[in-house]
């Protein structure tokens, strides 16, 4: 079982940054691809950025954040980043990362149902 545990998120002005991390409770996850979602109030769940498992050497943006974010994994320390900048108003929600438990699966998804565990999300609020 993997345990992962978001931290990082806060209120931010418009244009600043934030950088979340997401710690997960055993190396095994360097073996699963990883990512990110969000989700406001009253709106579904939405893909952020995703990782592929090992180095990292492939991920994947929604275009919405595109040149803005930037995820990054170090397995030495089996944590998950999402660098976040040029943030705006529409960047509010609570973000959650994930962890695709198919071993080494060599397609990166930006459906949740792929995601087989989730943390408890922290929350991101960006005043204008």
């Known amino acids: 079982q993997v345990q992962l545990v978001e931290s990082g998120g806060g209120l931010v002005q418009a244009g600043g940054s934030l950088r979340l991390s997401c710690a997960a409770s055993t190396r095994t996850v360097s073996n699963y691809n990883m990512g990110w979602f969000r989700q406001a109030p009253g709106k579904e769940r939405e893909f952020v950025a995703s990782?592929?498992?090992?180095?990292?050497?492939?991920?994947y943006y929604a275009d919405s954040v595109k040149g803005r974010f930037t995820i990054s994994r170090d397995n030495t320390k089996n944590t998950l980043y999402l660098q976040m900048n040029a943030l705006n108003s529409e960047d509010t929600a609570v973000y959650y990362c994930a962890a695709d438990g198919a071993f080494r699966n060599a397609r990166l998804s930006i459906w949740p149902r792929h995601y087989d565990y989730w943390g408890q999300g922290t929350q991101v609020t960006v005043s204008s």
């Open positions: 990782i592929s498992w090992s180095d990292g050497g492939s991920t």
